[in-house]
């Protein structure tokens, strides 16, 4: 184990054995690597342009990374990203008190400690007065993770608590990858998520995974990655009410490498998609950045809080988690990354 290490030029610490490597950034939080070490493959998404500490953001960082409210996220994002107490962007005015998209867990720093075989990193996050910590142990080819989070406040606190996972190349490649899912019912972002620069999906639009509906009244399977040379695109899924256990996995036939995560679906029961496919033209995407997010929380939708605690629901299914004053809750899952002939 190391704990103070470098990654693309940013401060991490490391577990590895034989199999596997992870590495997690000291800024931000963010699981960055999960390498298969026999075919040389990290999964995760490493964003074409070179991020920065979020810490040292500033002004003369904004003709790189736009001057939005996630452009600080941009900066230095990676892999999977811990969105907490927000799934999405802001409010107008919670941005001009300092919040930026996705909440403070993306931007936090994050210190690293060793207990035995298992790296621990933790943070306290001023604006929702919670404290987080992540406990991450590598066992052959899976890693077991813990999270808990720690309720300051003397009131419950409504909270968003999502697993932004996202994939990038080599492992992901147009019409090439595939996915499955413990997904049921599903619905599309109900507004324009595209930014008005593709008539894709079709918003609002309810359906059985994995055919989504489509803006030309075609169906498009999600279980592979588009052949679409510009694409983009989030939908919503409710996890298998029936099996206490859900999953995502991924698989790269070209790199014979299987992908996945599980959890209980008690703790996470919605799994959202997202896909930028050279679709956005404004920094730092550049029309470049080809990635697909698998996200597993507590929220349907990315969205704001108080959106969150509007829609209170989707299927039935309660779209936020209370956070009880004074205490704490946990959940755990696992990744899992192996040598594979298929799905």
Not at 137 to 161: K, S
Request: hydrophobic share 40%; proline share 6%; net charge negative.
């Amino acid at each position: 184990m190391l704990l103070g290490t470098q990654f693309h030029g940013r401060r991490a610490a490391q577990l590895e054995n034989d199999q596997v490597r992870v590495t997690v950034l000291g800024e931000g939080g963010h699981i960055a690597e999960v390498l298969h070490k026999a075919s040389g493959v990290n999964p995760l998404w490493t964003p074409p342009w070179e991020t920065i500490e979020p810490g040292s953001f500033g002004p003369e960082h904004q003709a790189t990374f736009g001057s939005n409210a996630e452009a600080r996220l941009l900066a230095g994002i990676m892999g999977h990203n811990l969105c907490l107490d927000v799934f999405g962007g802001p409010s107008e005015s919670e941005w001009r008190a300092g919040l930026g998209v996705h909440g403070e867990a993306s931007v936090a720093c994050y210190e690293f400690s060793a207990e035995g075989d298992t790296l621990v990193q933790r943070a306290e996050f001023s604006f929702s007065r919670l404290a987080f910590e992540r406990r991450l142990r590598l066992e052959g080819e899976t890693v077991f993770v813990e999270e808990r989070i720690v309720n300051h406040n003397a009131h419950d606190w409504p909270t968003a608590w999502t697993q932004h996972v996202s994939m990038g190349p080599p492992f992901i490649e147009r019409g090439v990858t595939l996915f499955a899912a413990s997904a049921t019912r599903s619905k599309v972002f109900e507004g324009d998520f595209a930014g008005g620069l593709l008539a894709w999906q079709k918003p609002g639009a309810e359906f059985l995974w994995p055919h989504c509906p489509m803006a030309d009244g075609s169906t498009l399977d999600l279980r592979l990655y588009p052949t679409a040379e510009r694409s983009a695109g989030y939908t919503a899924h409710l996890m298998d009410l029936q099996a206490e256990e859900a999953f995502f996995a991924a698989f790269s036939p070209r790199t014979r490498v299987r992908f996945g995560y599980r959890w209980k679906r008690a703790d996470f029961p919605w799994l959202g998609r997202w896909e930028e496919n050279c679709l956005r033209t404004h920094a730092p995407w550049a029309g470049r950045t080809m990635t697909c997010g698998m996200e597993f929380g507590v929220s349907p939708m990315p969205e704001t809080r108080r959106q969150m605690i509007e829609r209170q629901a989707m299927f039935g299914v309660p779209g936020y988690r209370w956070l009880p004053a004074g205490d704490e809750v946990r959940a755990s899952y696992q990744i899992e990354i192996r040598s594979a002939d298929h799905l």
